[in-house]
């Protein structure tokens, strides 16, 4: 696992990688925040955070109608790529540098929407990570990498007709503190000793700051002053980093919650609209509060590889498909769901196949994730071009497309989608085995049959009709995204309902009220060897059905599914999010003509709540 941004980062906790052969990154602080201590006579005491409630403040201007599109530095920053950061780690944000993303951008992108220029970490760092603050503990542009200073880089920004974004990690900064002495601007008699608790406990992904005690007078006065400046400075976006619950940081020490409020509060009282974007990581157990305060938040950690390259497909952006089903549906116009850079354009410096950049761009489209590159936009080659620029591929991602999610168990072969409310569906078909394989939609996951026209939106291809699915061959890595037009009728279907008394549960299976699902209850407690056995699942004719299950599952877990007594097959259901949200998933079910037996067990370990199953008729 690595840091988000910020290069600051402890051992992630024990268990919390998700695959072996994972790169890690532990960068060393500065001798100045490693040895941060308190100002003589504090106390270090173990007191409780307070819970604090701040109003919601309504922008001044609405923002973040649509997922946000521009270009990130910290792609290029944190990559070991040769000669990208000439003068040591992070050298690559300089004013020059972004200047001329600026400008490249301009010219090749802002015609298809990208408009944020967004400047990362370190642009008020030396190149040792030498921090500069001003006299009131606000960061200050370090004067090597930004002579100007900020506010001649937004202005030249906002000359091209783009929008300047800039970062701050969240909390005060251990080097900020200056002894507790430091003055509030525009906040007599505060201090920097007035704004955090009196332990000096540690808050944000890094430990890198004093966490700020809200229900302090002084601590609103001192955010305040930060967004008072980013605001004359002219800036349009904020990532505020760091950010937890999330970061992979829980407990009261880094809940973050009021420092986002109070960024809202802040940001609303400057009269500017900036965007704020939370990083990384964000605990969905919070999504309300996000959605609350904010217009955006990192599901996950850093896209980039910290590699010789800017990523990898395995390093994270295949880890992606396993985790933005749970937040399918937590987005829409106000507030969207950050999957991080999309680094795609630069060819052999990005560290991807054809196929793997495809693919990338087509599941943050289909997420509606904002669309924001890392590249070198002055070297994009043309393949990284047209990726970027596919007008049909951009227009899932800024239409009135909702969400996709996947129709099919999390597995080697996926099939995702949503219906549009022209009464059309995206389908995306991805094939992330290592090797190639075909990859099947069938139109019953839909709820539909018959025929279906296609389109193919990388392609701008239209494909024609197609009887009951569409098949496609594809590499390692690829896939495939179509606009699905029904032609034919609603799929007939037979529902049967887990609860019902018709069917047998088995050791710790237990019926259980649900709002979500149909009837008003769900079959649960699905674990060590707890399992629902639909009887009398009656069809007219032998063959493979696509049936359609209904579940909950707050996380993604897998259920052992077979008919008839026949060898079962472990599926992995995705995480619907939370444990009040039913979703469904479609399964291919070899049944025989007339009665037949369908079972879901969990095995030695957890399955899915289910609610019910759909099966065709014919």
């Known amino acids: 696992m690595r840091s988000s941004s910020y290069p600051v980062m402890p051992e992630a906790p024990a268990g919390s990688a998700r695959r072996t052969g994972r790169a890690v990154l532990v960068l060393a602080l500065t001798a100045a925040l490693a040895t941060a201590v308190p100002a003589a006579g504090a106390q270090a005491t173990a007191t409780t955070t307070a819970t604090v409630t701040v109003p919601a403040v309504a922008p001044a201007t609405p923002v973040a109608r649509k997922p946000f599109m521009g270009w990130t530095s910290w792609s290029m920053q944190s990559s070991k790529y040769p000669g990208l950061n000439p003068d040591g780690d992070y050298s690559y944000l300089t004013e020059a540098n972004v200047l001329k993303q600026a400008d490249a951008m301009a010219s090749k992108l802002k015609p298809y929407g990208y408009e944020y220029v967004n400047i990362d970490a370190g642009w008020w760092r030396q190149n040792d990570w030498t921090p500069e603050f001003d006299g009131y503990a606000r960061q200050s542009p370090d004067p090597v990498r930004f002579p100007q200073g900020m506010k001649p880089v937004a202005d030249h920004i906002h ?3 783009l929008k300047a974004g800039i970062y701050l990690p969240v909390g005060l900064e251990k080097e900020a503190y200056g002894a507790g002495a430091v003055p509030i601007w525009n906040a007599a008699g505060c201090t920097t000793a007035d704004i955090v608790y009196p332990d000096l406990r540690t808050t944000n992904g890094w430990d890198s700051a004093y966490k700020i005690d809200f229900t302090r007078p002084c601590a609103q006065k001192y955010v305040d002053s930060q967004a008072r400046t980013l605001a004359d400075w002219g800036y349009d976006f904020l990532k505020l980093d ?6 992979f940081k829980s407990g009261d020490q880094y809940d973050n919650v009021a420092d986002v409020a109070a960024w809202q509060q802040a940001i609303a009282a400057t009269g500017r609209p900036i965007h704020l974007e939370l990083s990384w990581s964000l605990d969905i157990g ?3 509060d996000w959605k609350q305060y904010s217009q955006g938040w990192r599901i996950d950690t850093d896209v980039e590889c910290y590699c010789n390259t800017l990523v990898s497909w395995e390093n994270s952006v295949d880890d992606r498909f396993d985790d933005a089903p749970a937040w399918s549906r937590k987005a829409g116009p106000g507030g969207w769901n950050d999957l991080d850079a999309i680094d795609v354009g630069n060819g052999q410096m990005d560290g991807l196949t054809r196929a793997e950049r495809q693919s990338y761009v087509t599941l943050w489209a289909i997420s509606k994730s904002p669309l924001f590159t890392g590249d070198d936009l002055t070297r994009l080659d043309d393949y990284g071009l047209s990726l970027l620029t596919n007008s049909e591929v951009i227009a ?9 999610r996947p129709v099919t168990p999390s597995g080697d072969q996926q099939v995702w989608g949503a219906k549009n409310p022209d009464g059309s569906y995206t389908v995306a078909l991805f094939n992330l085995g290592d090797a190639p394989a075909s990859v099947t939609a069938d139109w019953a996951s839909f709820g539909f049959a018959g025929k279906a026209k296609v389109r193919d939106l990388w392609n701008h291809e239209n494909l024609g009709a197609y009887q009951d699915k569409v098949t496609q061959a594809l590499p390692a890595h690829g896939s495939r995204l179509f606009t699905v037009t029904p032609g034919g009728t609603t799929a007939r279907t037979t529902s049967y309902e887990a609860e019902s008394p018709a069917n047998t549960l088995s050791g710790n299976a237990s019926v259980n009220g649900c709002d979500a699902c149909s009837g008003g209850r769900k079959v649960g407690n699905l674990y060590d060897g707890g399992k629902v056995q639909f009887n009398n699942v009656t069809v007219k004719k032998a063959g493979v059905y696509t049936v359609n299950v209904s579940y909950v599952s707050g996380d993604a877990r897998v259920a052992l599914v077979s008919a008839n007594g026949n060898g079962a097959t472990g599926l992995t259901f995705p995480s619907t999010g939370d444990w009040g949200t039913a979703e469904t998933v479609s399964v ?3 049944l025989k003509a007339g009665a037949n037996t369908l079972t879901f067990d969990s095995g030695s370990s957890y399955a899915p709540d ?9």
């Open 286 to 288: 919070h999504a309300a």
């Open 242 to 247: 760091g950010v937890g619950p999330g970061s």
């Open 610 to 618: 289910i609610d019910k199953i759909d099966v065709p008729r014919t």
């Open 588 to 590: 291919p079910v070899t």
């Open 396 to 404: 899932v991602d800024q239409g009135a497309t909702p969400v996709a």
């Open 159 to 161: 000359r091209k007709g």
